[in-house]
């Protein structure tokens, strides 16, 4: 944690670092999978949003892997309050099974 954080965040609010952490051990215990990186996290008015990539298909070459950015929402204690997101990099297909 760095001074900056400490100097501004309230006491019972994460720190952006915590958000950012705790946002990528969730979606990893969900998907069981180890995501990649946080690209985004921004503070909300009940929390935090976090921007999470994963790695969804891996392809050779790797320019033909397929990443998804799940958006994760926080609340102020570093509970996910809200069911996670996916944004894969092409318009969403719903898929039915019979």
Same mark, same amino acid.
């Given at each position: 944690m760095t001074s900056t954080d400490h100097d501004t965040t309230p006491p019972d609010r994460l720190t952006a670092l915590q958000a950012m952490r705790g946002a990528a051990a969730q979606l990893a215990e969900l998907l069981g999978t180890t995501p990649d990186s946080v690209s985004a996290v921004r503070p %909300?008015? @009940?929390g935090w949003t %976090? @921007?999470?990539e994963v790695v969804e298909?891996?392809?050779v070459p @790797?320019?033909?892997t397929i990443m998804a950015t799940y958006r994760v929402t926080l609340d102020p204690q570093g509970s996910a309050s809200t069911p996670f997101s996916s944004q894969l990099p092409f318009p969403a297909v719903d898929f039915v099974f019979t």
């Open positions: %909300a008015p @009940d %976090a @921007d999470v298909l891996e392809r @790797d320019t033909m």
